[in-house]
């Protein structure tokens, strides 16, 4: 049977992690097919429909999908479970939201956070925040993953031509309503998906310090990351915490600034290509997972190294 | 109104995990165990309406091995007015749990269904959309503002884009995320207090839901580890070395 992957857009585009997402569930089984609930999301299917790896996009339009009111998602994907033997998506704030509430209904005892597609049926996943690594198998009938993004490559974007088929909605439910969305926007790369990441923790000591990031981060075209006590400080948004309960980065250069490294922070960045970790307390754990370490206090530091940067003739983008 | 609070004994979040060397799974024996950090903030929320004339009752409830009772003890030092403890020999899986729940929600009635947003031992962030999802009630999950309306809540939720608010009508279920309070200390009179306070026990056999495993756990092992590193003298060697060496800028 095949597999059926839950696509994340915004009614006009494709989100990112959608494309990795991809990538592992055809993995499982190449015949997959996407699932687009969307309100006039025409550009998403069609995107969709155009990724060599997707074999058929499925295209649910109606208002009650404009926004990710798990209910109403899941009403709709529960109609088209039957004929596919696993429900995937992407683990993100999206993902696990909406799959357990579909795993539920369908009886399935659902595989979190997959990192590696080992069978149709067995799966790796990290647990304890990344310290130990659980192959696990499912003997569930019907399977519900949900994949961890960064782990896998993004699929290939074109080459495709999949058979775009339109779906009725299913009910709306009335006891969840969409009131607003603070998204904060910026022209930086996005947290989860930008090639370098430069994150400051504590050690910031407040709001305005992290411009001596932003001016960093600007230079190398790089997302900002930020530890859970940076953001509890209230120095920057939630939007920015790397580790367990945020965001998991695989960059090829994390840049971790005034961050002691504890193992929920480490969970979240720890498989990045090259680490660079930035703090004055030299025993600091973040120093054993470092690639290049700089014993230094940031606040003289970070100019520093915005000053080197810019000697340099060319930077990679 | 009521509250069923949800809370689950693991691993202590500042204790090393040691892999066992069979693969069967983590060290377990003589490690500090605590509540699930964010079944606390579940928890202080929970007192926190009932301090605000909110709420009539806060029912605590783990369910685990003879241990898990510390959990819910924790909770109504905390300010719980009563516990349950359902007793489960081995590990189950969320969806067991939330089984299980359906089973104390049916006979409790409450109004609203709080715990953590994710258990930090198996990081299945599953439970509270589960439950959810049996009892056909409304989901908020990664709650990081909660505001109770007339008969519903307007919750705030952190997500990967932001923050996104949504009003969910009563009965509903809140998944709690790490900065929706201050979980608070319990003094010492009410841990004194709170040793008086019932807990009821029930067995997870008496309840009739199938709680057999449906995914098997083959091996657990150690992640690769990354080798040693360097500490380099100045930026300017540090930038060298990126430029240079590890080629990423």
């Known amino acids: 049977m095949s597999v059926l992957l839950i696509a994340e857009h915004n009614n006009k585009e494709v989100r990112p992690f959608t494309y ?181 923790g504590r050690g910031m000591q407040n709001g305005e310090n992290f411009k001596l990031i932003s001016d960093i981060a600007d230079k190398l075209n790089a997302a900002i990351g930020a530890s859970r006590a940076a953001v509890d400080a209230g120095y920057i948004t939630n939007d920015h915490q790397v580790g367990q309960t945020g965001k998991v980065v695989v960059p090829d250069l994390y840049i971790a600034v005034g961050i002691s490294g504890a193992i929920q922070h480490l969970a979240g960045m720890k498989e990045s290509k090259v680490i660079v970790a930035i703090n004055k307390d030299g025993e600091a754990p973040i120093f054993s997972v470092a690639d290049y370490g700089l014993e230094a206090d940031l606040f003289e530091a970070l100019p520093q190294f915005l000053s080197e940067l810019n000697k340099l003739n060319t930077i990679q983008k | 109104m009521k509250i069923l609070v949800a809370v689950k004994r693991v691993i202590d979040y500042n204790v090393q995990i040691r892999v066992k060397e069979d693969g069967s799974g983590v060290v377990t024996d003589n490690v500090k165990m605590s509540t699930n950090p964010p079944d606390d903030n579940a928890i202080e929320e929970a007192v926190k309406i009932k301090e605000a004339g909110k709420a009539k009752e806060i029912v605590a409830i783990t369910i685990g091995e003879e241990k898990a009772q510390e959990t819910v003890r924790k909770a109504l030092a905390v300010g719980a007015d009563r516990g349950i403890h359902v007793k489960v020999d081995n590990v189950i899986e969320p969806l067991a749990v939330s089984k299980i729940l359906k089973k104390i929600v049916e006979k409790e009635n409450p109004d609203l269904v709080f715990m953590g947003k994710q258990a930090i031992d198996d990081d299945c962030n599953q439970t509270g959309q589960m439950l959810a999802a049996l009892l056909n009630w409304p989901q908020a999950t990664f709650a990081s503002k909660i505001e109770v309306k007339d008969n519903a809540l307007e919750v705030t939720r952190e997500i990967d884009e932001g923050l996104e608010t949504i009003e969910v009508n009563v009965p509903a279920i809140v998944t709690c995320d790490l900065r929706l309070n201050e979980p608070r200390y319990a003094s010492l009179p009410n841990i004194m207090k709170a040793k008086k306070k019932p807990i009821e026990q029930l067995n997870a056999s008496d309840l009739g839901v199938d709680i057999n495993p449906r995914i098997e756990q083959i091996k657990v092992e150690e992640p690769p580890k990354r080798k040693a590193g360097i500490k380099v003298a100045s930026v300017e060697e540090l930038v060298q070395k990126l430029k240079n060496e590890a080629k990423v800028i």
């Open chain 1, 20 to 200: 990795n997402a991809i990538t592992a569930a055809s993995q499982i089984n190449e015949d997959l097919h996407v699932l687009v609930l969307g309100h006039q999301a025409d550009d998403v299917a069609k995107s969709l429909s155009e990724v060599p790896n997707v074999k058929k996009v499925i295209h649910v339009d109606n208002k009650i999908y404009e926004n990710y009111i798990a209910e109403n998602y899941t009403a709709a994907i529960i109609k088209h479970a039957e004929s596919y033997s696993h429900i995937v998506s992407s683990a993100n704030t999206f993902g696990k939201n909406l799959m357990p509430r579909i795993a539920a209904l369908l009886d399935t005892s659902q595989v979190s956070d997959i990192i590696k597609v080992i069978s149709e049926d067995t799966f790796l996943r990290p647990i304890y925040a990344g310290n130990a690594f659980a192959t696990v198998k499912s003997n569930d009938k019907k399977k519900c993953v949900t994949i961890r993004p960064t782990s896998f490559d993004p699929a290939d974007k074109s080459g495709g031509s999949a058979e775009i088929t339109k779906s009725d909605p299913a009910e709306a439910s009335s006891s969840t309503k969409f009131l607003k969305k603070e998204e904060v926007k910026s022209d930086r790369p996005e947290l989860g998906t930008a090639r370098i990441v430069i994150s400051g």
